[in-house]
């Protein structure tokens, strides 16, 4: 079905792509944003989220005149059939979500949406978001939706345009199909359920991949512990197709601005609902006590003896949460760089997606524009996002540059031989030179 009226309300990482997205599938799209600033931007297809093929989407709605963008939220949804709420659900006071920017808009739109309007939560939100929506609009003729988003960073709008699977839930299911309707053109499988089943659907996924890393990390952990070979025991479990071998690459700890915040808000969902979940305490605490792990091995091998790295300068190298991102929201290279730092070390850190837009970061490190100025006078090097180019760095040249010829990838990125040819020890996670063979 094409050519339906849609509205979006916030045009972030998960409102842009499903306006544009949407729009692409034929739809006439408004989105909707607080910001003026933003706005004026995206009417002239200038997108600063980093997604390929979202800024080309952008630009072909508008041009179709398919897709447009405007700061009035009531006006955006005066003429719609279905609106999509894609608003922050940051991770407020005790890890619960919070809900002030859902409200707020609920507010904003209660009286102008149109007569059996469709709205639809589709940033992720705790269980039973539908029903306080429904509550706070109180309109019996509307209907709140769950239709939750499984968008990976930096592959967003593929992930929007070949879904592994549509989730909408609803207790109205007519009010459901019409939003799986919008959907006709992919060829997924669709899920339809309730409201509550479809927003536990999306922490669910989230935790259970989080947990999947955790198990990765702490069979690294293991695999180190009896001279294993990470990568062929992943390999060997992986054929099982109960298990597989994807999300299981080993690295300094999950994170991002997803799967934290996904995994502490059902924490918090499942202490207040009395619920026990230890599988979640424990796979939240491994990412943790796998990044403190992972910070004494730097120690061990660098400190000047007391257990501590005062005056020890480390070359770091990636702070985005994961290659492909300049995202550094809960980025393990920044909770491995806090670590380092806490112990006394003195970081200086490269990373490509930053070398223009330089965060501010100066209380923790500093962030220099090449590999080669955080590798001057640095006693090592610690990899911590697997951006590609480093594989292509001049490694033989490093080993003449660190103190002493240590490379703690933590990614597992560089080839182990290549680093033995330079004379760099290559110190992997789960893995060692001797047996990467
Ligand atoms: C995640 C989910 O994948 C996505 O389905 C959901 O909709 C939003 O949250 P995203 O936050 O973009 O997506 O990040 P993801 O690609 O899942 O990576 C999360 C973290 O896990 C990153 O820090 C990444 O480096 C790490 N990771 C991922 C690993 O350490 N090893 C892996 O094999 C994969």
């Not at 991770?91 to 149109?114: F, K, Q, S, W």
């Not at 939750?148 to 709008?157: C, K, M, Q």
């Not at 019409?178 to 499988?189: G, S």
């Amino acid at each position: 079905m094409r050519d339906r009226h849609v509205a979006v309300i916030g045009t972030g990482y998960v409102g842009l792509t499903t306006g544009a997205c949407l729009a692409a599938l034929g739809h006439r799209v408004v989105c909707a944003d607080a910001d003026p600033y933003k706005v004026e931007r995206l009417r002239r297809a200038e997108v600063d989220i980093l997604e390929p093929g979202l800024p080309e989407l952008v630009r072909e709605g508008l041009d179709s005149g398919r897709l447009e963008f405007v700061q009035d939220t009531p006006g955006a949804v005066s003429d719609a059939d279905v609106v999509f709420l894609c608003l922050p659900t940051p991770m407020g006071v005790g890890g619960a979500a919070d809900l002030a920017a859902v409200e707020a808009v609920a507010d904003e739109i209660r009286t102008v949406l149109p007569y059996e309007a469709v709205v639809v939560n589709k940033s992720t939100v705790p269980v039973g978001t539908a029903e306080r929506v429904a509550a706070l609009l109180g309109r019996p003729d509307v209907t709140v939706v769950s239709n939750p988003e499984f968008l990976r960073e930096g592959h967003a709008v593929r992930d929007f345009l070949n879904p592994d699977r549509i989730v909408v839930g609803a207790a109205d299911r007519a009010a459901a199909q019409r939003v799986a309707d919008l959907y006709a053109e992919l060829d997924a499988p669709l899920v339809l359920t309730d409201a509550a089943s479809a927003e536990l659907a999306k922490y669910a996924a989230n935790f259970f991949l989080a947990m999947k890393l955790s198990f990765a990390n702490n069979l690294a952990t293991l695999c180190e512990r009896f001279d294993a070979d990470v990568n062929d025991v992943i390999t060997g479990i992986g054929h099982d197709p109960r298990i597989g071998d994807a999300f299981l690459n080993p690295g300094p700890g999950w994170g991002g601005s997803c799967l934290p915040k996904d995994t502490h808000a059902l924490l918090t969902v499942c202490e207040e609902s009395g619920v026990e979940f230890p599988l979640l305490r424990a796979t939240i605490e491994t990412n943790v006590e796998h990044q403190r792990r992972l910070v004494e091995r730097v120690v061990a091998g660098c400190s000047p003896g007391d257990g501590s790295l005062h005056g020890v300068r480390l070359a770091l190298l990636g702070l985005s949460f994961k290659a492909g991102t300049s995202d550094l929201r809960d980025s393990p290279a920044l909770a491995i760089a806090r670590l380092l730092k806490a112990r006394g070390a003195e970081l200086y850190a490269y990373d490509p997606a930053l070398s223009e837009t330089r965060p501010d970061l100066s209380d923790l490190l500093t962030i220099v524009d090449t590999p080669e100025k955080a590798f001057e006078q640095a006693r090592a090097c610690v990899i911590l996002t697997e951006w590609p180019q480093f594989r292509d760095l001049d490694w033989e040249a490093v080993a003449g540059l660190l103190e002493t010829p240590v490379v703690y990838d933590f990614r597992n990125l560089l080839d182990p031989a290549r680093l033995h040819r330079a004379a760099l020890s290559w110190e992997g996670i789960g893995r060692s030179f001797a047996m990467a063979g």
